[in-house]
Structure formats: C-alpha cells, structure tokens
C-alpha cells in the first residue's frame, strides 16, 4: 500500500518549545525542597539492586546518577527529570508528525505537550511516572510508525523500549496490552503476523529479565504492593477516574484530543490506536489503579488532534490563545512551585505532590527535638522507627546535622536496607502519621512527646512523635511484624 511522503520534522520550533520548558523547570526546580519519593529513590540508589519491593531499578539509578554528575542537591537530583521532559515533548510532535501534520500542527502538539499540567508535573519532580511518560511517548511513536509503514522491523524497537520500560515500572504493560487487543478486533492484524513481533517479544523479555528474576527470587512483592495499593485506593481512584483525566492533562484540551481520536477512528491504519485509549481505561478502572496510569496515551490522541484543530484556530485565533495561555499559567500554578511555600494550602487538593516537597527539614528538628527528652546515657541503645520510606529519607538526610542516629523503617524496601540491633533494648521514639495502639503494642509504656507542625497541610502535618520505654521482643523477632508494603 502506498503511503503518503511524510512531512518534514519542524526541529526549529519543536525544540526550542521544549527547551523552554527545560528552561523552566530548570529554574524552579529548587524552590521547594526535596519529595518525599526523591528522598526514597537516593536511598535507594546508594544501594544499587536488580529490584526492590515496590518498583524496578531504573529510577534510583538515574537518581543515583543525577546526583553523582550534577550535585547531590535538589536541583541536581532533577536534571535528568527535565532532560526526559524535553524529548518527552520533542516524541509528542514527532507523533504528529507521523499522523501527517505539517509544520504548523507538529508545533501545536509540542506546545500542547508543554502546557500540560501531567508533562509539567512529572518533569518537575524525580518519579517514575518521570521516566514512563517518555516510555509510553516512544512506544507510541513506534507503534504508529509500525502501522503506518508496515514495517515489522519496528517491533524490534518496540521491544527494546518495553523492555527497558519494565526496568523501570510494570505499567508499561497496560498499553501494550490495550494496543495488542484493539489490533485483534479493529486491525490492521497482518502486523501481528510478523516473525518480527517475536523478535521484539525476546528483546523486551531480555531488557526485563534481570529484574523478573530478582521479583521472583523475592516471592514477587510488587504484587504485594500493588494489591494493597488497589485495596486502599481503589474505591476513590475509580470515582476520581474521569474528572483526573480531564483536570492532570488540561481541561482546555479535550477538545485537541477528542478530535485526535475521531480522526484515528475514521482511519482503518490508526483506528487500533483510537481504540487502546478507552480499552485501557476500562483495565485501569477495573484493577482500581490510579488515573494517570492512561494519561499518556491522551498525549497521542493530543498529537493526532493537532491538525484537524489548526482549522479551529485559525478561526478564533484570539479565543486559541487565550486558551493555551489559560492552560499553560493553571498548569504551572497547580504542578510547579510558583506560590510561595505558605500559600501552597490553595493547591493540595488538586495536586497534593506539591505538599509533600515541603517540611522535611522541619520535621527531623522536631524528631530531634523530641530525641533529647531521652536521658543521655540511654541513647547509645535507643533507636528511632519512622513510620513511612519518606519519614525514613528525610531522617537519613536531615538527621545527622542534629545529631540523630540512623533511623529505621520498615516501610517498603527500608525494611531490607536494616533493622535496629537487638542491643538497641532502650527507648524507642516513633513517628507515626496517625497513632495506631496496634502498632504501639509492640513496645512499652508509649507517650505522645510531640508533633509535626508543618507549614502545609500534607501528609505529616499533625505527625505523632511518640516515646516508648523498650521494645517487647528483640528487634529481630518484631522486624518481621513491623514490615509494611503500602
């Protein structure tokens, strides 16, 4: 079948788009303070493994590696997050490129990309939505260029970039899966009749081997994890599912990525892509899994649109522009530090990740603050139990410019990095988010000492900092009691 000569890529425009984004993130990218998954993933990577409990190693390897080149601060900890950003945007035109659209469309879908709250959100942070994003942009690159050209040689890149993907997180198997299925019932399925689709099979299954068998040396907790994440979460990220696909990505864009996906329905060669987006909302609703686990494919649908909405534009131009700019200042005061940290209250319930940059430092000067109620002569025996992997990190890092020891946790992977002495027999002080007698009944004579008065409303303001005298069994007989995967 003859296809039409593709449209030469608009570079010029395309990346100076997404170096300004760059540019951006760059700036802000120290203004707040570290998350507390970034505090997690440093951790993590100073102890370099095939796997984890709760993930792949990929992102604390790239945590490990920012740091080392660019600083072990903030901003140097994010320089790849934003690096993955810009080609994130530099992929979305290219898409557009592939459906056809000139200069002038593959230049909306970069801007589009770039005034996206969920692109700005994930590049301002260390995450591994970070990393997936950029996955899922190139899978999806490849796939259309697979249907478009025929051409069975890319499921080879396919293949590699899932692969590497699942390094980095399991989810990469929601939209292949989505897309393999929507082959099966709309088609084209000759490019499933492909040796190269086994090929491609094999080079995904080796790039993810290493981690496949640590998770099974392991007895496989992601699944543990994920399964707790779903029972906890579940209910509300089902009732939260659609007005979160609408608000992380931009209100003012449905329209761009509605007329995407009318334009990838009426043609035979796209019309599986078309159809991957709502047969991986129907999964991810199913399992209970959070809403921006389909985010990404709504970029392609973006990058389909752009052209058929260039006609729009060129009619209201005014109202169009106004409506990017409206869509890039909501994006950024809802997913980057713009406000000042006091102010960040207005945004939390909208994006809580903001909150959860803010109040670390704070919070080891209070658990040092409740450290020196315990007698000195008894501290070489004491031991601090943070509550969660961020309370642990935020100790870690913060910890010793007051003095503290190492803290301990038996959140997630913490709980395999150590666990206390079983010469460690006196006080024990917790940081518990909400005191639980169940958990408090495996030490002695607990007492509240002091809470967590942050400056915003996250997840640790109002932290309970609790002094028990011992623990009731050796730290080696309660470590197991004490782990906790979600």
């Given at each position: 079948?003859?296809?039409?000569?593709?449209?030469?890529?608009?570079?010029?425009?395309?990346?100076?788009?997404?170096?300004?984004?760059?540019?951006?993130?760059?700036?802000?990218?120290?203004?707040?303070?570290?998350?507390?998954?970034?505090?997690?993933?440093?951790?993590?990577?100073?102890?370099?493994?095939?796997?984890?409990?709760?993930?792949?190693?990929?992102?604390?390897?790239?945590?490990?590696?920012?740091?080392?080149?660019?600083?072990?601060?903030?901003?140097?900890?994010?320089?790849?997050?934003?690096?993955?950003?810009?080609?994130?945007?530099?992929?979305?035109?290219?898409?557009?490129?592939?459906?056809?659209?000139?200069?002038?469309?593959?230049?909306?879908?970069?801007?589009?990309?770039?005034?996206?709250?969920?692109?700005?959100?994930?590049?301002?942070?260390?995450?591994?939505?970070?990393?997936?994003?950029?996955?899922?942009?190139?899978?999806?690159?490849?796939?259309?260029?697979?249907?478009?050209?025929?051409?069975?040689?890319?499921?080879?890149?396919?293949?590699?970039?899932?692969?590497?993907?699942?390094?980095?997180?399991?989810?990469?198997?929601?939209?292949?899966?989505?897309?393999?299925?929507?082959?099966?019932?709309?088609?084209?399925?000759?490019?499933?009749?492909?040796?190269?689709?086994?090929?491609?099979?094999?080079?995904?299954?080796?790039?993810?081997?290493?981690?496949?068998?640590?998770?099974?040396q392991h007895d496989w907790p992601q699944l543990t994890v994920a399964g707790g994440i779903s029972e906890d979460d579940g209910t509300e990220n089902r009732i939260m599912f659609i007005p979160l696909q609408i608000l992380q990505l931009s209100p003012f864009l449905v329209p761009i990525w509605v007329a995407g996906f009318v334009r990838l329905w009426r043609t035979p060669w796209a019309r599986s892509i078309a159809l991957a987006y709502p047969l991986l909302c129907v999964v991810v609703l199913a399992v209970g899994g959070k809403s921006y686990y389909a985010l990404p494919l709504l970029l392609v649908l973006v990058a389909a649109g752009s052209e058929p909405a260039?006609?729009?534009?060129?009619?209201?131009?005014?109202?169009?522009?106004?409506?990017?700019?409206?869509?890039?200042?909501?994006?950024?005061?809802?997913?980057?530090?713009?406000?000042?940290?006091?102010?960040?209250?207005?945004?939390?319930?909208?994006?809580?990740?903001?909150?959860?940059?803010?109040?670390?430092?704070?919070?080891?000067?209070?658990?040092?603050?409740?450290?020196?109620?315990?007698?000195?002569?008894?501290?070489?025996?004491?031991?601090?139990?943070?509550?969660?992997?961020?309370?642990?990190?935020?100790?870690?890092?913060?910890?010793?410019?007051?003095?503290?020891?190492?803290?301990?946790?038996?959140?997630?992977?913490?709980?395999?990095?150590?666990?206390?002495?079983?010469?460690?027999?006196?006080?024990?002080?917790?940081?518990?988010?909400?005191?639980?007698?169940?958990?408090?009944?495996?030490?002695?004579?607990?007492?509240?000492?002091?809470?967590?008065?942050?400056?915003?409303?996250?997840?640790?303001?109002?932290?309970?900092?609790?002094?028990?005298?011992?623990?009731?069994?050796?730290?080696?007989?309660?470590?197991?009691?004490?782990?906790?995967?979600?």
């Amino acid at each position: 079948m003859t296809r039409p000569a593709m449209p030469a890529f608009a570079a010029r425009p395309v990346v100076a788009v997404a170096v300004a984004v760059g540019l951006v993130l760059t700036a802000l990218s120290g203004r707040y303070g570290f998350h507390r998954d970034e505090l997690y993933f440093m951790v993590a990577g100073r102890r370099l493994s095939w796997g984890y409990v709760d993930q792949p190693p990929l992102t604390p390897l790239l945590a490990r590696l920012s740091t080392s080149v660019f600083g072990d601060t903030v901003m140097g900890l994010r320089v790849l997050s934003t690096v993955s950003s810009v080609i994130t945007i530099i992929v979305v035109a290219l898409i557009a490129r592939e459906f056809g659209s000139d200069r002038r469309g593959q230049v909306l879908a970069a801007v589009c990309a770039a005034v996206s709250g969920f692109v700005l959100g994930v590049g301002h942070l260390v995450s591994t939505a970070t990393y997936d994003l950029l996955a899922w942009m190139l899978i999806g690159l490849f796939a259309v260029k697979l249907l478009r050209t025929r051409d069975g040689r890319w499921w080879l890149a396919l293949g590699l970039t899932v692969g590497i993907a699942l390094e980095n997180k399991y989810l990469v198997v929601l939209p292949v899966g989505a897309l393999l299925v929507a082959l099966l019932i709309v088609g084209p399925r000759e490019v499933l009749r492909s040796w190269w689709l086994l090929a491609g099979v094999a080079l995904a299954g080796l790039a993810a081997l290493p981690n496949v068998v640590w998770q099974f040396q392991h007895d496989w907790p992601q699944l543990t994890v994920a399964g707790g994440i779903s029972e906890d979460d579940g209910t509300e990220n089902r009732i939260m599912f659609i007005p979160l696909q609408i608000l992380q990505l931009s209100p003012f864009l449905v329209p761009i990525w509605v007329a995407g996906f009318v334009r990838l329905w009426r043609t035979p060669w796209a019309r599986s892509i078309a159809l991957a987006y709502p047969l991986l909302c129907v999964v991810v609703l199913a399992v209970g899994g959070k809403s921006y686990y389909a985010l990404p494919l709504l970029l392609v649908l973006v990058a389909a649109g752009s052209e058929p909405a260039l006609g729009w534009i060129d009619r209201h131009r005014p109202l169009a522009v106004v409506g990017l700019v409206l869509t890039a200042l909501t994006s950024a005061l809802f997913t980057l530090p713009v406000l000042p940290a006091s102010a960040v209250d207005f945004v939390i319930p909208v994006n809580k990740e903001q909150g959860e940059q803010i109040g670390w430092p704070s919070m080891a000067a209070a658990v040092a603050t409740a450290w020196e109620r315990i007698p000195a002569d008894q501290r070489s025996s004491a031991t601090i139990f943070a509550g969660n992997y961020g309370e642990a990190g935020a100790l870690l890092r913060y910890g010793p410019a007051h003095g503290l020891p190492s803290a301990y946790s038996g959140h997630m992977s913490f709980a395999d990095w150590g666990r206390p002495p079983d010469s460690n027999t006196g006080p024990v002080l917790l940081v518990e988010i909400e005191r639980t007698p169940s958990f408090e009944a495996n030490f002695t004579d607990c007492s509240q000492v002091g809470t967590i008065d942050n400056l915003v409303s996250n997840d640790e303001d109002g932290t309970a900092l609790v002094l028990c005298s011992a623990p009731t069994e050796p730290w080696s007989t309660l470590w197991p009691k004490l782990r906790r995967y979600y």
